[in-house]
Nanobody, 128 residues
C-alpha cells in the first residue's frame, strides 16, 4: 500500500510561482514512476507532468512546458512540481499519482489509468 500526500497549493496572482510537494509512504519509493494531474471544475482530469523512477526522464503537457518543472528526491520519498508564470487557466485541484509497476511508463505516462495510487489533491487558484 502506498500513501501520497500533496501540499503547497494556495491562491496566487497570475505570473507568480508555487511549488507543490507529494510525500510518499508505505513502500519503497524509488521504483515508482510519478505523475502530476489536475482537474478544473467541470473538466476531466488532465495530465500535467511525469517523471521516471530515476528522475532522469521527464514528460510535460504542452500547456505547461517551459513553465512547470517536475523533480523527485528519492531519499526524501518526495516528488515536486515547481510551477512558474502561473496563469488563471492553471487553476485546478492538483493530484500526484504513483505507478508502482512502470514497465510501459514511457508510452503511457499521460494516461491516468497507468497510475495505481493517488493523493487527495491540493487546490491551486490563480487570479488575474
Amino acid at each position: 500500500q502506498v500513501q501520497l500526500v500533496e501540499s503547497g497549493g494556495g491562491s496566487v496572482q497570475a505570473g507568480d510561482s508555487l511549488r507543490l510537494s507529494c510525500a510518499a509512504s508505505g513502500r519503497t519509493f524509488s521504483p515508482y514512476a510519478m505523475g502530476w494531474f489536475r482537474q478544473a471544475p467541470g473538466k476531466e482530469r488532465e495530465f500535467v507532468a511525469a517523471v521516471s523512477w530515476s528522475g532522469s526522464t521527464t514528460y510535460y503537457a504542452e500547456s505547461v512546458k517551459g513553465r512547470f518543472t517536475i523533480s523527485r528526491d528519492n531519499a526524501k520519498n518526495t516528488v515536486y512540481l515547481h510551477m512558474s508564470s502561473l496563469k488563471p487557466e492553471d487553476t485546478a485541484v492538483y493530484y500526484c499519482a504513483a505507478d508502482t509497476a512502470p514497465i510501459y511508463f514511457s508510452s503511457s505516462y499521460y494516461n491516468p489509468n497507468t497510475y495505481n495510487y493517488w493523493g487527495q489533491g491540493t487546490q491551486v487558484t490563480v487570479s488575474s
